[in-house]
Structure formats: structure tokens, C-alpha cells
């Protein structure tokens, strides 16, 4: 099973940039979609993007934030830019263990591993 651990976080100002990381030791997800999810304090958990054959992303980070991975690393990445305070929230990192790579869901309860969070405030 795929053990996940996020780092990257902090606070950040309005309009800045932040890059998170999500780390799977000692373990290859060459071939895993991966997932980023946030939730903010009283609100459900929510997509924020997804890469494996394809490349999805919510559309409140659309053209902000950008999903990458390096398999050598066995690290995926999401660069976050033009933060707003509304992207303020815990982000994880999720697996799929299983299914297409060229499915990349955006239903939390489609990804088998997640990571232990790390959090994003941002101050306007």
C-alpha cells in the first residue's frame, strides 16, 4: 500500500506562491492517478486536481494552480500561484491503487491512500 506524506505548506500572502509536495517513500506511483484535495475548517473535503493519463482540475484553481509529478523522485507536486484567501484550507494527497490511469476522478471516494495533510492559510 502506497504511504503518502505531504509537506509545503504555510502561510502565504494573497497573490503569492506556494509549491506543495506529496511523497510516497520507499515506493514507486509511476502508474498511480494521483490526487489533491482540500477542505477548510466547516466544509467538505474537495477536488482541487488530479493527474495520471490525464490532467484534471477544479474550477476554482484553473490556470492558478498546476499538478505535476517526478516519478525518479516519486514526489507530485502542486504548484500553487495568484493564491486568493478562499484557497485557505488543509490540502492531501491521495492514490488511486487501482483502475485506468487514464481515469482521473474527482470524487474523494475513488482514491484508496491518503497522506496526513498539510495546511495552506493564506492572508489577504
Known amino acids: 500500500q502506497v504511504q503518502l506524506v505531504e509537506s509545503g505548506g504555510g502561510l502565504v500572502q494573497a497573490g503569492g506562491s506556494l509549491r506543495l509536495s506529496c511523497a510516497a517513500p520507499g515506493r514507486t506511483f509511476s502508474r498511480n492517478v494521483m490526487g489533491w484535495f482540500r477542505q477548510a475548517p466547516g466544509k467538505e473535503r474537495e477536488f482541487v486536481a488530479a493527474?495520471?493519463?490525464?490532467?484534471k482540475y477544479a474550477d476554482s484553481v484553473k490556470g492558478r494552480f498546476t499538478i505535476s509529478r517526478d516519478n525518479t523522485k516519486n514526489t507530485v507536486y502542486l504548484q500553487m500561484n495568484s493564491v486568493k484567501p478562499e484557497d485557505t484550507a488543509a490540502y492531501y494527497c491521495?492514490?488511486?491503487?487501482?483502475?485506468?490511469?487514464?481515469?482521473?476522478?474527482?470524487?474523494?471516494?475513488?482514491?484508496?491512500?491518503w497522506g496526513q495533510g498539510t495546511q495552506v492559510t493564506v492572508s489577504s
Open positions: 493527474s495520471g493519463g490525464i490532467i
Open positions: 491521495a492514490a488511486r491503487n487501482s483502475g485506468s490511469y487514464y481515469y482521473t476522478p474527482s470524487d474523494s471516494g475513488e482514491y484508496d491512500v
